[in-house]
Nanobody, 125 residues
Framework: QVQLTESGGGLVQAGGSLRLSCATS????????MGWFRQAPGNEREFVAA????????FYRQSVEGRFTISRDNAKRMVYLQMNSLRPEDTAIYYC??????????????????WGQGTQVTVSS
């Protein structure tokens, strides 16, 4: 049974940091791209960051470039998102996901196979 379980969300002031974690099971993580998406109320789910299999390349949406860092530990079956210099506009539910799609399409939510339930991140001004 495939499972992705996010943790680490919470309430933080603008300028602060959070580290999200994603524990995985039920699929061969080293064969999958791993990524983070987010969805704010009234908005569509959007790409945040991805780590290619087997973790050689990383990709970010422009607004988080230089502030967020995605990493993965295949041996522990974990994926992380370190978020620094958080802004109120980063407030959203953050989802961990896995994909076997071509790298050219990983920014599209429909190209991801498995999803976690999400963790809420709230950044106060």
């Amino acid at each position: 049974q495939v499972q992705l379980t996010e943790s680490g969300g919470g309430l933080v002031q603008a300028g602060g940091s959070l580290r999200l974690s994603c524990a995985t099971s039920g699929f061969p993580i080293r064969n999958y791209h791993m990524g983070w998406f987010r969805q704010a109320p009234g908005n569509e789910r959007e790409f945040v960051a991805a780590s290619s299999r087997p973790g050689v390349a990383t990709f970010y949406r422009q607004s988080v470039e230089g502030r967020f860092t995605i990493s993965r530990d295949n041996a522990k079956r974990m994926v992380y998102l370190q978020m620094n210099s958080l802004r109120p506009e980063d407030t959203a539910i953050y989802y961990c996901a896995s994909s076997t799609a071509a790298l050219s399409s990983i920014r599209q939510p429909t190209m991801w196979n498995y999803w976690g339930q999400g963790t809420q991140v709230t950044v106060s001004s």
